[in-house]
């Protein structure tokens, strides 16, 4: 099977480890064990409930508990509705690998997570891309996408909050969308790692699944739980394609480890502490961006909504890449360069990460931006 290299990955396997100052990381600011059970209350107790366990292969479909502690984060789903898989990215994949087949029409609302639109390629569907552009607030017009579908369309995918833009699609917009789909009878597949992560109010975000028949959602661990080295994601669909993603976990997956389910588990119960203190990151960390972005005249953005992503448009004449390989060689900061997007003429920030991190490394690009501004 051919597929394109993953763009943004490659990105990070190559540098992640080389900068001082990673403005890349899409995380919220990753949690220790130790700070997990202290929110949890478990300091004190989780040996009890890990030394008893029997490292089998645990519970094939993940245990009761994790399911409905995941189900818990949606209005209207339960257990039975929720599939575990090795983060989202084993949970996108399932779903693409159920529902794509050659020759399908597939709209990939973009830019995005390369899966999306690369997986269905991959398979042979024919992708058509709705670009999101700036100028909408990297809100997507939905009435080209009217337009975009029709009856072979099998799919439309994007991710909300999205990645890399940070534009939020809240319960009127995505009933829209829904309809759009419901009327060509195409699923929608919605990945919602970024759930929760909003910049101003406290409830979770509409999800797609909660909103339409055939609504997707994917979500993890990774990024809004700020948990991703648990590597545990989910698949929230309807009945006939869990069946089919199921065929295919049982080749790829099995299960997913005991300990990741359990402490996945015990965070999810305590989501509303976990969420609390994203929040608090994400909007301490993105006033700090405001305020830089406010003092520095060669970088414009469309402020994001929610998530932990935003696009810097930056006035130099340099391609994204270069601009990020010497910003890395001079200054030891790590944006990602809008191409690995398909976005040229824009750098990706990860502002969710150490907030000093955050505040050093943005002097340093004033620095460089001085060496290098049109
Ligand atoms: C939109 C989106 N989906 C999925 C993933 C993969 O997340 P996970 O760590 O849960 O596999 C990422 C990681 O950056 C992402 O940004």
Not at 49 to 59: D, H, M, Q, S, V
Not at 128 to 150: I, S
Not at 203 to 229: P, V
Not at 297 to 322: D, F, H, M, N, Q
Request: glycine share 6%; charged share 20%.
């Amino acid at each position: 099977m051919k597929i394109q290299p993953f763009a943004v990955e490659q990105w990070m396997n190559a540098y992640e480890t080389r900068c001082r100052y990673n403005l890349a990381e899409t995380c919220v600011e990753s949690l220790t064990l130790a700070q997990l059970l202290a929110l949890a209350g478990k300091r004190e107790s989780i040996l009890d409930e890990l030394l008893p366990l029997k490292l089998t292969y645990g519970a094939i479909e993940g245990s009761d508990r994790l399911r409905d502690a995941v189900a818990a984060l949606y209005a209207t789903r339960a257990r039975h509705d929720v599939m575990i898989a090795h983060g989202a990215i084993g949970a996108n994949s399932l779903v693409y690998q159920a529902l794509v087949e050659p020759g399908d029409h597939v709209v990939a609302i973009v830019p995005n997570y390369q899966q999306h639109y690369s997986i269905p390629e991959s398979l042979g569907a024919r992708v058509q891309k709705l670009p999101l552009r700036a100028a909408d607030g990297f809100m997507p017009d939905l009435d080209a996408l009217r337009r975009m579908v029709g009856p072979d369309t099998r799919l439309i995918s994007l991710s909300n909050p999205n990645n890399p833009t940070g534009a939020l699609l809240e319960r009127r917009q995505l009933e829209e969308l829904a309809a759009i789909a419901d009327a060509v009878g195409a699923y929608v597949v919605c990945d919602e790692v970024y759930r929760g992560t909003t910049q101003s109010g406290d409830d979770l975000t509409a999800s797609m699944a909660d909103l339409y028949e055939r609504g997707i959602s994917t979500g993890s661990m990774s990024k809004a739980f700020s948990l991703a080295g648990l590597r545990l994601g989910w698949v929230v669909a309807p009945a006939a394609v869990l069946k089919s993603a199921e065929l295919h976990r049982d080749y790829n997956t099995i299960s997913v480890g005991m300990l990741d389910d359990h402490l996945a588990a015990i965070a999810l119960e305590h989501s509303d502490r976990i969420l609390a203190r994203s929040r608090a990151v994400v909007r301490t960390n993105l006033a700090a961006v405001d305020r830089w972005i406010a003092a520095e005249p060669a970088i414009e953005y469309v402020r994001p909504r929610a998530g932990t992503t935003a696009l810097l448009k930056y006035a130099a004449a340099l391609p994204s890449r270069e601009f990020c390989i010497r910003l890395l060689e001079q200054t030891g900061v790590l944006f990602t360069p809008g191409s690995a997007l398909d976005m040229e003429g824009y750098v990706r920030i990860g502002y969710a990460n150490n907030l000093h991190a955050i505040e050093a490394g943005l002097e340093l690009v004033s620095g460089f931006l001085r060496t290098v501004a049109a």
